[in-house]
Nanobody, 120 residues
């Protein structure tokens, strides 16, 4: 049973920073961060492969950094220069296949999510 548990969300002012963590069981080729704002569809934020290839949504490029610590089985999302439009529920997800993308359809396992609220 794959388990993904996020932490690190909270409330910050615009321009601030947060670091999200996702404790994961098992190893996965592709792990990603996704977010869903109220009344909006879930969207991909960033992913990282087992070979440390990364990709970001255009809206977060240059501000967010995805990384992982294999020894701790933990995925991270460092979020800097946060904006009110970054407010959302952030979830980590894992995919076991050999393809990685920002599409939610690819991911089999999901965490419960952690709320990020950015005030102006």
């Amino acid at each position: 049973q794959v388990q993904l548990v996020e932490s690190g969300g909270g409330s910050v002012q615009a321009g601030g920073s947060l670091r999200l963590s996702c404790a994961a069981s098992g190893t996965h080729y592709c792990m990603g961060w996704f977010r869903q704002a109220p009344e909006k569809e879930r969207e991909g934020v960033a992913y990282i492969t087992s070979g440390n290839t990364t990709r970001y949504a255009d809206s977060v490029k240059g501000r967010f950094t995805i990384s992982k610590d294999n020894a701790k089985s933990t995925l991270y999302l460092q979020m800097n220069s946060l904006k009110p439009e970054d407010t959302a529920m952030y979830s980590c997800a894992a995919a076991g296949g050999a393809v990685c993308s920002l599409s939610t359809l690819l991911y089999e396992y999901w965490g419960q999510g952690t709320q990020v609220t950015v005030s102006s």
